[in-house]
């Protein structure tokens, strides 16, 4: 019954290895590409532009517009029919609210700032790595940001509180598992995206919790130092390339 | 805008050179990475300067067609992300989406690049089905041999999973590689005056009179056209365009592994 060794040999408070860049997408504002384990995750910021149709138009504030999708290749079972489905849409939704706090979208009335996040290949955690990716998109685009968002899934794999778990993890199936993809906003420690299934008693969710808040600030370091290699190459690539961003 | 913008690139023409430097038949470099997807059963990554793309193949078990009980079924899709480009919109497929995905099924199809019959498990009742989904990363032109060559890179690169009469295992690829019969290349010849030029810019595509793509297989035999484009072509002109689609294609045909 007890799952007290991890598959992949990580301790409970590991995380996968990471690899994270941005301005990987040449056409985009801002773009990134935000690797976790197994699961790679490019994100491409566009906007802020004109919002069509014009009324879904704002003219109190910017909208943030996100799209999750995961490529029809890049699931571990069957291909995944492309076009969208009831989850690729709540994704979406989720994604969007976790990083709106971030964002001053209040400068951009009427406009719209289109957040793409594609997933070519998934070994769980995809959401958050979707968030960490977006994140640093949306800093590469340029915009005016009170912080990231860094994020990644905690939760309970039988009896051990465990960070970031993979696929084989989320579908263990000698004890319970509970699988809580969690969001924070580093500079304040609040939370801007929660969810969770399956099941954990109360005491081992704030244990988990709190692993995933010092998880987080690792990522954090990680997202920051992207961005700093990015600009600190940048000088060199724009003085020799005028005609596109 | 777009005159403005054609006067300049056929300016250009006519001193031999493309507004980037390079001359009319020049390829931008072209790179071709393998298994770059661990889910798919075989996948690849190609970028031509900036344009990149990824192409994955998925298998499965499936009914035949009842027209062909003994061949197994090819399908290609094609994904025009709106990640890879600020033309794109999400949504379902668009036109040029469809097109892309419909001359590289061509391409691969008609040159027989895969020996479908090899992929017939019981006749009537189970065959293969290839599944090559294309997807676009940075759309900066050329996308349709960009799209053609990393789904035969793709083909090139898949490994069958293991199916024990009921059950596909994808958690185990066998050894087994795709029946492929021949590899076809796909280039697009563009045509603006009296110019030709291959490897289009985003920019020069937007102003192209017309375009031909030429699917060709291993032996120099055509196996798939496509005329694009508003202008209409003299016949001369496309025996030239098929002129330097086949040397061109020779070239692109270096970059996959034998």
């Known amino acids: 019954m007890g799952y007290d060794k991890r598959v992949d040999g990580r301790k409970p408070d590991e995380l996968r290895p990471i690899v994270a860049k941005a301005g990987v997408i040449k056409r985009a504002d801002g773009s990134a590409m935000f690797q976790i384990g197994n699961t790679v995750a490019y994100a491409a910021v566009y906007g802020p532009r004109d919002m069509f149709p014009r009324f879904l138009q704002n003219p109190q504030r910017g909208t943030l517009r996100v799209r999750y999708n995961m490529m029809p290749f890049s699931g571990a079972g069957d291909r995944v029919k492309p076009g969208g489905s009831r989850r690729s849409k709540e994704i979406s939704m989720v994604t969007e609210k976790a990083l709106l706090p971030v964002l001053n979208l209040e400068d951009f009335p009427n406009a719209v700032v289109d957040v793409f996040i594609e997933l070519p290949q998934t070994d769980a955690g995809t959401r958050c790595a979707g968030i960490c990716a977006a994140s640093i998109a949306l800093a590469d685009a340029g915009l005016s940001m009170k912080d990231m968002v860094s994020s990644v899934s905690v939760g309970k794999v039988g009896s051990m509180i465990a960070v970031d778990l993979n696929y084989a993890e989320e579908s263990y199936e000698e004890g319970d598992v509970a699988d809580i993809p969690v969001a ?32 987080c600030a690792r990522i954090y370091e990680i997202q920051k130092k992207a961005l700093k290699e990015r600009f600190a190459s940048s000088v060199e690539v724009n003085s020799t390339d005028g005609n596109n961003k | 805008m ?30 071709v990475e393998y298994g770059v997807t661990k889910n798919a059963e075989g996948s690849a990554r190609v970028k031509i300067g900036d344009t990149e793309v990824i192409a994955g193949v998925k298998l499965s078990v499936e009914k035949p067609y009842p027209d062909t009980p003994k061949d197994g079924n090819l399908m290609v899709g094609a994904e025009l992300l709106p990640l890879s480009s600020p ?61 053609a060559l990393a789904a035969v890179a793709a083909v090139q690169d898949a490994r069958f999973p293991e199916y024990d009469g009921k059950v596909v295992n994808y958690k185990k690829l066998t050894d087994k590689k795709l029946p492929i019969a ?7 010849v563009m045509k603006i005056g009296d110019y030709l030029f291959v490897d289009p810019s985003i920019e020069e595509e937007k102003v192209v009179d017309s375009r031909l793509t030429v699917a060709l297989a291993q032996d120099g035999k055509i196996c798939a056209m496509q005329k694009g484009g508003d202008a209409p072509v003299a016949i001369d002109d496309i025996g030239r365009m098929i002129e330097l689609a086949t040397v061109k294609a020779a070239e692109l045909m270096a970059r996959l592994k034998r």
């Open chain 1, 184 to 215: 924070f906003i580093p500079r304040t420690g609040h939370v801007s995206l929660l969810q969770m299934d399956g099941l954990i008693d109360k005491e081992s969710l704030k244990r988990a919790l709190e692993m995933g808040r010092k998880a």
């Open chain 2, 2 to 31: 777009n005159e403005f913008l054609k006067l300049h690139i056929v300016k250009w023409f006519e001193k031999g050179k493309r507004y980037d430097g390079r001359s009319l038949d020049e390829f931008r470099p072209v790179v």
């Open chain 2, 87 to 147: 033309d794109y919109e999400a949504g379902p497929p668009n036109e040029e989406s469809i097109e892309v995905a419909r001359v590289v099924d061509r391409g691969l199809r008609e040159s027989k690049a895969i020996d479908t019959k090899k992929l017939c498990l019981i006749e009537g009742e189970k065959v293969w089905m290839i599944a090559i989904d294309i997807c676009t990363i940075n759309s900066d032109g050329n996308l349709l041999d960009a799209a």
């Open chain 2, 182 to 188: 021949r590899l076809p290349l796909s280039i697009t």
